[in-house]
């Protein structure tokens, strides 16, 4: 998103996609489609918004949807999961290649490296909850403008260049400038108006979903549980996946034992961001008990409705919060928190890519517990040579060889296929 919007389109500039990306970062929710959102708005008002987050959303949802219907019917397919196997090494390239992407940009002095690797660090080794590493970051970069220290003092002002190297500036600084247009400036009326249509899509359905079959039924159940994963999902699908999968398979038998992981490959490798998970377990669920219904019209609709309420909330944070936060982008502690916050995402993503690589590289794990650690180190002799392979040729042909990310992942999936038939994996 950083490299079509800012370097390639120049849309907005750096320190704006920073600050959108710090704000979004501390909201419930995936913060990469409310990011999504908030440019939209930014660029095309609340239309714009709203059209950049329902299409971030909209191929991610038909693509689970489809997989889903696959996988009730015909369970574990060879040829998709041999597809399946060669998209999970290419993620693991991609999310390196996000690690260095936003790190060379967030990290700009040694403050910021500490931050970031402290927040690794925390993640990693001792499974601090994502809400705390990024309050503490936050604190920390309030703190330090505070006490006036450099290392924590924002570059550039309201307006910055935003685009490639001596490419002038940003599509919206060179209009505005300095100031704000009137539609990006909160207002009292404004935010009543957006609290009040947000929050009754959001929970209107669910209402309705509530008063016709009641809190008890399959889809009262999953309106009122995917609610709540909206409200306390911070830090995106990872913060949560543990709870999900333990009240989908022994709270509310939605989902066997292992099902849960299928989901996540399923998430992990297509478009959309991977809380799209919520959407195959919310087809399961229905799928299962489908009531009146046939099982498939029932998943299709949990999956609609898991969907939906995991969604719209993100739009109702953006729309209320953004005015807000695009008019204080002058508050130095302001930004030097929002700042810290990035850096940490560094330390944040880093820690993504190391659970991608164990889960995709190694067959096994050994979990390391004591002293505080809690994380899992891999099994050296259950290294898959084929994913490695594969991860390997991904990462030379976007970091060496600057291919794109969809001839990449659309490489390795027929890569992958290749290996299947010739009995490889």
Not at 156 to 179: E, I, K, N
Not at 273 to 282: A, D, K, N, T
Not at 386 to 404: H, K, Q, T, Y
Request: charged share 10%; glycine share 12%.
């Amino acid at each position: 998103m950083h490299r079509i919007v800012v370097e390639e389109k120049r849309w907005i500039g750096e320190a704006r996609f920073l600050h959108a990306l710090g704000y979004c970062t501390v909201l419930p929710g995936p913060e990469a489609q409310q990011l999504a959102t908030y440019i939209g708005w930014l660029m095309h008002r609340t239309a714009g918004g709203v059209m950049a987050g329902a299409l971030f959303v909209l191929p991610g949802f038909v693509s689970i949807l489809a997989l889903s219907l696959v996988y009730a019917a015909y369970g574990s397919v060879g040829a998709v999961a041999a597809v399946f196997f060669g998209l999970k090494a290419a993620v693991l390239a991609v999310v390196l290649q996000a690690v260095l992407r936003v790190g060379r940009r967030a990290l700009r002095n040694r403050a910021m490296v500490a931050l970031a690797a402290l927040a690794f660090a925390a993640l990693f080794l001792f499974a601090v909850p994502f809400p705390l590493v990024v309050l503490a970051a936050g604190l920390a970069g309030f703190a330090g403008a505070r006490m006036g220290l450099s290392a924590f003092a924002a570059e550039g002002g309201q307006g910055d260049a935003g685009g490639a190297a001596g490419s002038g500036p940003a599509l919206l600084d060179a209009a505005y400038g300095d100031g704000l247009p009137d539609y990006l400036r909160p207002t009292a009326g404004g935010a009543l108006r957006a609290g009040a249509v947000w929050l009754a899509l959001w929970l209107v359905p669910v209402a309705c979903v509530l008063l016709a079959l009641g809190a008890d039924s399959t889809f009262g159940r999953i309106a009122v549980f995917f609610s709540q994963m909206a409200v306390v999902t911070f830090g995106g699908a990872y913060a949560v996946l543990a709870y999900v999968a333990q009240q989908a398979v022994e709270g509310y038998g939605w989902l066997r034992p292992g099902e849960m992981l299928d989901g996540l490959g399923m998430a992990e490798t297509t478009p959309g961001p991977l809380i799209m998970v919520l959407e195959f377990v919310g087809f399961m669920a229905a799928y299962r008990d489908p009531g009146a219904l046939t099982p498939w019209v029932a998943g299709t609709l949990g999956a609609a409705l898991a969907t939906w309420v995991t969604f719209v909330p993100c739009f109702l944070w953006i729309f209320l919060g953004a005015p807000f936060i695009e008019a204080l982008r002058g508050n130095r502690a302001l930004n030097a928190a929002l700042a810290a916050i990035t850096a940490a995402v560094v330390g944040v993503i880093l820690n993504l890519a190391i659970w991608f690589a164990l889960h995709t590289l190694f067959r096994a794990q050994a979990p390391v517990r004591g002293f505080g650690l809690s994380f899992d180190l891999p099994v050296p002799g259950s290294l898959d040579p084929w994913a490695a392979a594969l991860s390997v040729a991904a990462a030379l042909a976007l970091l060496r060889f600057n291919a794109g990310v969809i001839p990449t992942l659309a490489g390795c999936a027929l890569a992958g296929v290749v290996l299947h038939f010739a009995g490889a994996v």
